[in-house]
């Protein structure tokens, strides 16, 4: 099941974000049977979230690309400090003309040219969902309560990542009691430019934690 919150605006922060996501897995005709959760980057902290405050409902959880606290806050706040100094307008334009030199970090290098046509022409952020998410992405930070979660965790991380860098994804890793981290050669997006790769990965680790 898909959690789209490409436009959520984040009100009531990430635990409003996490409910609607369990709202999203009540849809499901068999919602009240413990999931398997996944969050990649931004929706590692929804993802982490929910299995704090709802436990019951995670049987497992895959998290790609992502953080339990961001490393680059002092950078991020600079950003965001400029962000809205130009305002929202501005801002969005910037972002669109620089989306092409985002290729190299989020698909690797070298990137499939038809993957890169696909990333190029998907529509444009919520400008204003962005910003929320980001200002959220810099307070979050999860290292006082990580060791509650005490379900099986798959922690996935590119090799080469600009935007959560892997050091970030084994510090999630180490801080999860019950967590395993595996890394493949890629950007951000790893999981789409290797998907077949990521996909095996995902259905061993489910497999054995079945078994268990």
């Known amino acids: 099941m898909w959690f789209d919150h490409a436009g959520d605006r984040a009100d009531g922060g990430l635990e409003g974000l996490a409910e609607r996501a369990?709202?999203?897995?009540?849809?499901?005709?068999?919602?009240?049977?413990?999931?398997?959760?996944?969050?990649?980057?931004?929706?590692?902290?929804?993802?982490?979230?929910?299995?704090?405050?709802?436990?019951?409902?995670?049987?497992?959880?895959?998290?790609?690309?992502?953080?339990?606290?961001?490393?680059?806050?002092?950078?991020?706040?600079?950003?965001?400090?400029?962000w809205r100094l130009l305002g929202d307008g501005i801002s969005q334009r910037v972002l669109r003309w620089g989306h092409p030199f985002t290729l190299p970090g989020a698909l690797g290098v070298p990137f499939p040219w038809h993957v890169a046509g696909a990333y190029l022409r998907r529509p444009l952020v919520d400008i204003r969902a962005y910003r929320a998410k980001c200002e959220l992405a810099l307070r979050f930070d999860a290292r006082q309560w990580l060791h509650e979660i005490r379900h099986r965790t798959l922690v996935?991380?590119?090799?080469?990542?600009?935007?959560?860098?892997?050091?970030?994804?084994?510090?999630?890793?180490?801080?999860l009691p019950s967590a395993s981290?595996?890394?493949?050669?890629?950007?951000?997006?790893?999981?789409?430019?290797?998907?077949?790769?990521?996909?095996?990965?995902?259905?061993?680790?489910?497999?054995?934690?079945?078994?268990?």
């Open 22 to 82: 369990l709202q999203a897995l009540d849809a499901d005709g068999e919602g009240e049977t413990p999931a398997y959760v996944c969050g990649e980057s931004f929706g590692g902290p929804i993802a982490l979230t929910l299995a704090r405050r709802y436990p019951a409902r995670v049987r497992g959880l895959v998290l790609v690309s992502t953080f339990g606290w961001y490393p680059g806050r002092l950078v991020g706040r600079v950003g965001l400090a400029a």
């Open 156 to 175: 996935l991380a590119g090799t080469w990542d600009p935007v959560v860098p892997r050091a970030s994804s084994r510090a999630l890793a180490r801080h």
């Open 181 to 212: 981290l595996h890394s493949v050669s890629g950007g951000h997006l790893v999981w789409c430019i290797r998907a077949g790769e990521v996909g095996a990965v995902v259905e061993r680790w489910v497999a054995a934690n079945e078994c268990r």
